[in-house]
Structures are given as structure tokens and as C-alpha cells.
């Protein structure tokens, strides 16, 4: 619910603040969710109601639907990145760092995988924290990360399930993303040595 909220404020601007109905779609989608679900309008409202006594949700004002809009920056006071990646978190379930990177990309462009666990370290560090990094599952090459939003998570939320591979296909999209940037880079700075040995009068080695 809360995640729907920052995730279309980012995505899809022009229908935000968002209406039931916009809400209620939100929820159900079947892509970019972990666990998909079926929510009732009911079930919603009800929700929307926790979160409204938390300050994390108000109602909107200046239209004839009703209309609501998340409160997450200012009642955690966290910055942009650190939001995007509690939204990730809310949406998607445990994930490593490569994967947080690669599925929060529309809501915030992390530099690279450390500035990613820059952000996640300081809301670990956070009185009370905010993340938590669960031990790494037997195979696993990354440990995963989880949200606190909700309370306190158990051990084995960031287990890979039975029979799954040492490497999700997350973290193989997200090293493969990785990899095309880096190579973009390098293209880019032989391209520009090459402009600058012309001009100098250096010839390549």
C-alpha cells in the first residue's frame, strides 16, 4: 500500500495523488510485485486507515474523489535513495544490492552497487533500524536485505526457495546491467583518449 503510493508518485505523476480505484490497481498488479496479491477495496481502506494513524497517509484535498497521497520521507526523514529502496523493499520482498539497483531504477538512479549499500548500511544503523541484512541462504553469493516497516522479519525471509540456483535471475539481470554500463564507460574514455592523442599529437600504443 504505502509502496504503491511513492512508487506512482514517481512512475506515473499525472494520476497522483491516487484514487481508490487508481490504489486498489496498484496493489493487484502483476508485474514488479513479490507476492502478487488480490486486494478488495475493503481490505485497502482498512489498510489505508493504519497507515493513516501513523501519519504515513492523508487524504488529498481539491477534488471531488477522494484521493490519497504517502507522508514516508517526512515521517522517517529519510532522503530520496533511502526511500526508494524501502519502496523496492515494500513491493519486491528481500533482494540483494544488485537487485535493489537494478528494480528501483525508476524511482532513483544509484551510482552503482555501493552507493546502494551506503543507503541500506545508514538505515540498518538507524535507532530503530529501518533494514536489516538477513544472513546470506546456503548458495547464495549475496546476502539479502529486508524492510522493518513492519516490524521485526524472520531469519529465513531472504532464503532463495528449495531447488533454487545459487544466483537468482535478479542478481544475473542486475550484474548483466551492471556490466553494459561499465562498458559504456570504457567506450567512452577510449573515445575521448583518442580525441585528446590527436590533438597532442600522441600516437596511440
Not at 6 to 19: G, R
Not at 51 to 78: I, Q, T
Not at 89 to 104: D, I, K, W
Request: aromatic residues 4%; proline residues 5%.
Amino acid at each position: 500500500m504505502l509502496g504503491v503510493l511513492v512508487e506512482k508518485q514517481a512512475t506515473v505523476p499525472d494520476t497522483y495523488p491516487l484514487s481508490l480505484n487508481a490504489l486498489v490497481a496498484g496493489c493487484n498488479q502483476k508485474t514488479a510485485r513479490d507476492p502478487v496479491v488480490n486486494a478488495t477495496d475493503a481490505e485497502v481502506l482498512t489498510a489505508i486507515d493504519g497507515l493513516k494513524s501513523l501519519s504515513l497517509v492523508f487524504e488529498g484535498s481539491g477534488s471531488r474523489v477522494v484521493r490519497f497521497e504517502h507522508n514516508l520521507g517526512r515521517v522517517y526523514r529519510v532522503p530520496a535513495g533511502a526511500q526508494a529502496l524501502l519502496t523496492t523493499l515494500l513491493l519486491r520482498g528481500a533482494q540483494t544490492s544488485a537487485e535493489l539497483r537494478l528494480h528501483s531504477e525508476r524511482l532513483y538512479k544509484f551510482a552503482d552497487i555501493s552507493s546502494v549499500e551506503g543507503f541500506l548500511d545508514e538505515l540498518a544503523a538507524r535507532d530503530p533500524p529501518l533494514a536489516l541484512r538477513l544472513p546470506r541462504a546456503p548458495g547464495a553469493r549475496e546476502a539479502r536485505w529486508a524492510h522493518l516497516l513492519c516490524g521485526e522479519v524472520a531469519v529465513d525471509a531472504g532464503a532463495a526457495p528449495a531447488g533454487e540456483a545459487g544466483v537468482s535471475a535478479g542478481e544475473i539481470a542486475a550484474l548483466k546491467a551492471e556490466q553494459a554500463r561499465l562498458a559504456g564507460q570504457l567506450e567512452r574514455l577510449q573515445q575521448w583518449a583518442q580525441r585528446v592523442g590527436a590533438e597532442l599529437g600522441i600516437e596511440p600504443p
